[in-house]
Structures are given as C-alpha cells and as structure tokens.
C-alpha cells in the first residue's frame, strides 16, 4: 500500500507561482510511476504530469511550459513547481502513484488563481 498526502495548495494571483508537494509512504524508488492530476468544478479529473522513476516526464499541452514535476527519492517527495498560474488552472490538484497496477490517490489540496 502507499499513502500520499499533499500539501501547498492556496490562493495566489494569475502569474503568481506555487510548489505542490506529495509525500508518499513508503520508498518512491519503488513506484514506476508517479503524477500529479487535477480536477475543476463540473469537469472530469485530468492527467497535469507525470514522473517514472527514470525520470522521464509528460505533461498535459496546457501546462507545458510553466509546469515542473520532479521528485526527490530521499525525501520521498514528488514536487509540482507551477509558474505563471492562470485562473483555468484553479482545480484541487491530487498526487497519484501506480503500484503494482493499482492507482492509489491522495486527499487533494487545493489551488484557486484569481484575476
């Protein structure tokens, strides 16, 4: 099993900057793959980034550009830097892991950008 929960959401003007951080259970080394997913009001939970434990990243087209995911095996942590937020990007935003084939989420921290 594995247990994420992330912190570093709030509100921040459009153009502004925040870190979301997911902190997992146990060792991260030993997740494939690990992502950071958001999801509006009324809309459907969509992929931001993705992370494997090559690091190798994808990123949704909307984020491409301004968004940053990284991790920190010793920590751990996975990291979102988000730069130049625009209010479409306000969405709770939820740390994922696969492991084992099975999806496991966080709680969800939320972003609101403001205009």
């Known amino acids: 099993q594995v247990q994420l929960v992330e912190s570093g959401g709030g509100l921040v003007q459009a153009g502004g900057s925040l870190r979301l951080s997911c902190a997992a259970s146990r060792s991260i080394v030993s997740i494939p793959a690990m992502g950071w997913y958001r999801q509006a009001p009324g809309k459907q939970r969509e992929l931001v980034a993705t992370?494997?434990?090559?690091?190798?990243?994808n990123y949704a087209d909307s984020v491409k550009g301004r968004f940053t995911i990284s991790r920190d095996n010793a920590k751990n942590t996975v990291y979102l830097q988000m730069n130049s937020l625009k209010p479409e990007d306000t969405a709770v935003y939820y740390c994922?892991?696969?492991?084992?084939?099975?999806?496991?989420w966080g709680q969800g921290t939320q972003v609101t950008v403001s205009s």
């Open positions: 994922n892991a696969v492991y084992y084939a099975y999806n496991y």
């Open positions: 992370i494997t434990t090559g690091t190798s990243t």
